[in-house]
């Protein structure tokens, strides 16, 4: 038979669990309540501002020059901005390759800046600007705290220029330092001046190739006299006794009037 529960002994059991549900829902204002309140103060209060800015470090631009550039500033509110448009506004700036602009803690703001590598100085009428791998062109303050890089002269059409960047990311970074100066000469051809002592001359397309096997072929040359190493189209070589004195007889033959 089944058992017959009087609905006197369940009453009591209702009543508790209308009771937690009450306390609960009266918790639960409560909480909101003060979560709405401490809201409300925090907002109000100097919690709220921007108390400090931090950058990583850079070497292109110091961390000041972009901060500026942010347009934030402590004391501001750190939520009356919005971060995207913070980085959108240093994207702007032609070092900047990739920028986070986040909120820390409380009252934290931390800038992240990636710059663009430098590859080479580029020759700019009667100063030398920093060339970067993205073409762009920065003035340079200190150049002394920037890593080696090579000068570029005679370099003015931007074709030609970022076909010269490409070879040069290209290059083994041993070989690369020991490039001093590159001196356009004529279509797509360059002389190259090396921290060694030794002169190349190449062509634009092939240079990062040829230049591959440059400590190889010097290691084979005669060490008496350094001289100029042509790589345009095979390898060849020439002390400079040989290549400047049949340069100038070369010269010297242009200048000879036709007998007659």
Do not use: C
């Amino acid at each position: 038979m089944d058992k017959v529960i009087d609905i006197e002994e369940r009453i009591p059991s209702m009543r508790k669990k209308r009771r937690r549900k009450t306390n609960k829902r009266f918790i639960l204002l409560v909480a909101l309540f003060l979560v709405v309140l401490l809201s409300l103060l925090y907002f109000q209060s100097p919690l709220s501002d921007v108390k400090d800015i931090s950058i990583n470090d850079t070497k292109l631009a110091d961390g000041v020059f972009y901060k500026d550039q942010s347009g934030l500033f402590t004391g501001q509110s750190l939520w009356g901005f919005h971060t995207k448009d913070i980085e959108k506004k240093l994207l702007k700036i032609p070092s900047v390759k990739e920028v986070t602009v986040s909120r820390k803690f409380i009252n934290h703001v931390t800038i992240k800046v990636t710059e663009w590598e430098p590859i080479a100085y580029i020759e700019n009428k009667a100063q030398f600007d920093l060339l970067l791998v993205n073409g762009e062109r920065i003035e340079v303050n200190d150049p002394d705290s920037l890593l080696h890089a090579p000068i570029l002269s005679g370099f003015t059409e931007p074709d030609v220029i970022e076909q010269m960047i490409q070879q040069l990311q290209q290059m083994d970074n041993s070989v690369f330092e020991l490039i001093s100066e590159i001196h356009y000469t004529e279509e797509d051809k360059i002389k190259v001046f090396m921290n060694d002592g030794y002169e190349v001359h190449a062509a634009i397309n092939s240079f990062a190739e040829k230049m591959s096997y440059y400590t190889e072929i010097i290691a084979q040359l005669p060490k008496e006299e350094k001289g100029v190493l042509d790589v345009e189209i095979g390898v060849f070589f020439k002390t400079y006794t040989d290549y400047y004195n049949e340069l100038g007889q070369g010269e010297k033959n242009e200048q000879e009037p036709e007998s007659r």
